[in-house]
């Protein structure tokens, strides 16, 4: 289950290269980045962006993504160039693998790009040493944004990230497994965990060796904030701290456990299998998972992937009413710029025509997820696909039914995801209780986020 995987926040609808873009995009660059902005700050002088003696401005402009992100952003940036001849901008761009020690590299050394494509992981660790501009400053319109998506980006230190996109939290079902196993899609409107596990188990039952009713989660933080939330709690406090305790992860794994066992899920060693498989190797999109935790607008390149149509379901909840599911909207990722940059008005300039400009939206369509900015939403409604329609569907139906925003990810919190992964193993594998994977996981968490 992917949980809300791989391009970790980003999610983007494209569908990845095998090779390079794995089902869940790694975080291993998080220490690093985080090390080497703590460098940056200790070196002086620099910035990006360079002017000609014409007067004309080149910026630079990094993001992560695939082949069909680059294509779809260059056009943008074409089309911000064709009202803009005087501001050039340059694409630097590769996949999430490589992204952030690339990233850290270059603020340490005083060369970050211009405008930075950001996630919500380390928006707060690069915002708060001081590596990245306070967008507010420079009139970029802000008003036909959402504000909990919004929230995300600002601190302390400012609005350091205008979003990009927004996504929700999901399960993703696919019907042709169901109809194989002659059992009902459930009703996302209504369902329980417990009708979750039920649900999933029978669909095991009723189908082929090594197709199961659901893929296992556990992978990354965003099926555990929900849980979390729909308990009382929450991943982490507005003053940067955990909002749980070991015993909320503990009964998370649990449950976890309880499916495992009953066969609801994966075994421990395919769920390690699932989780180093690429997008379009996905149980779901093979056909061998009836559900999976996925971000919304990851649903088009899995739909491509599959042949087939997907469904979109909210969250099980623990009342049976989807006004309990505590989802939220995310910023899957968000646009900031580098403190550093010699050009912040064009910088500016160059991103508010990114959030507000329906001809950015008509480039950009809903690559990052649903468009921000209601009003280019609304003007680029036609252009979408099917599939990215029901996904933009889907955000604006489950909107009255969000729970409070989320406080952001605080310093460190890159590190958390492997964490929760390596610790779902263990109790999946046998080799700790949920308690004591509990204990020894807050521990690790509390660690990271505090030094």
């Known amino acids: 289950m992917q949980l809300f995987s791989k391009p970790a926040p980003d999610a983007g609808t494209a569908r ?41 401005v080149e910026l630079r402009f990094s993001w992560w993504g695939s082949d069909k992100r680059a294509q779809v952003t260059q056009e943008a940036i074409k089309a911000f160039e064709a009202e803009n001849p005087n501001i050039k ?37 690069y915002s708060s040493r001081g590596a990245l501009l306070d967008l507010s400053k420079y009139g970029i319109d802000t008003s036909k944004l959402d504000e909990a998506t919004l929230k995300a980006g600002q601190s302390d230190d400012g609005l350091t990230g205008i979003p990009a996109g927004i996504n929700a939290a999901t399960i993703l079902a696919n019907p042709a497994v169901f109809k194989a196993a002659g059992v009902a899609l459930p009703d996302d409107a209504t369902w329980t965990w ?54 909320d992860i503990a009964a998370w794994w649990a449950f976890l456990k309880q499916m495992s066992e009953g066969k609801a899920v994966p075994s421990a060693s395919e ?24 971000w919304s607008n990851q649903l088009p390149a899995l739909e491509k992937a599959a042949g087939s149509e997907l469904k979109i379901l909210r969250f099980p909840t623990k009342t049976g009413s989807a006004a309990d599911a505590q989802l939220w909207y995310k ?19 160059f991103i508010n025509f990114l959030a507000n400009d329906a001809k950015a939206g008509e480039a950009l369509l809903a690559d990052r997820g649903v468009y ?28 009255t039914e969000l729970g409070e925003a989320p406080a952001p990810p605080p310093k460190g919190a890159g590190a958390i995801q492997e964490i929760i992964k390596r610790y779902t193993s263990e109790v999946l594998f046998n080799r700790l209780s949920a308690d004591e994977a509990g204990k020894k996981a807050v521990d690790e968490m509390t660690s990271a986020i505090s030094s």
């Open 16 to 56: 990845p290269k095998v090779s390079k873009t794995p089902r869940r995009l790694r975080m291993g660059g998080a220490v690093a980045a985080a090390a080497a902005v703590v460098l940056a700050l200790s070196a002086c002088g620099g910035g990006s962006g360079a002017q000609s003696p014409d007067g004309k």
């Open 89 to 125: 901008i340059k694409p630097e761009y590769g996949d999430w693998s490589g992204y952030w020690d690339k990233l850290a590299t270059q603020v340490a050394a005083n060369d970050a790009p211009d405008i930075i494509q950001m996630d919500e992981k380390y928006i707060t660790e």
């Open 194 to 247: 417990e009708d979750f596990e039920r649900i999933s188990a029978e669909v095991t039952a009723k189908s082929p060796k090594g197709t199961y009713g659901a893929a296992a989660y556990g992978t990354d933080e965003a099926s555990l904030g929900v849980w979390l939330r729909q308990n009382g709690k929450s991943l982490y406090t507005e003053d940067g701290k955990l909002g749980f305790e070991p015993a």
């Open 271 to 294: 769920v390690v299998e699932a989780d180093a498989a690429p997008l379009d190797q996905s149980g779901l999109a093979t056909g061998k998972n009836g559900l999976a935790f996925w």
């Open 331 to 349: 910023a899957s990722q968000f646009w900031s710029a580098s403190s550093r940059t010699k050009h912040p008005e064009e910088v500016a300039k």
């Open 372 to 399: 921000p900015n209601t009003d280019v939403r609304k003007a680029i409604s036609t252009k979408l696909t099917p599939a990215d329609v029901k996904v933009v569907k889907f955000i604006d139906q489950i909107k």
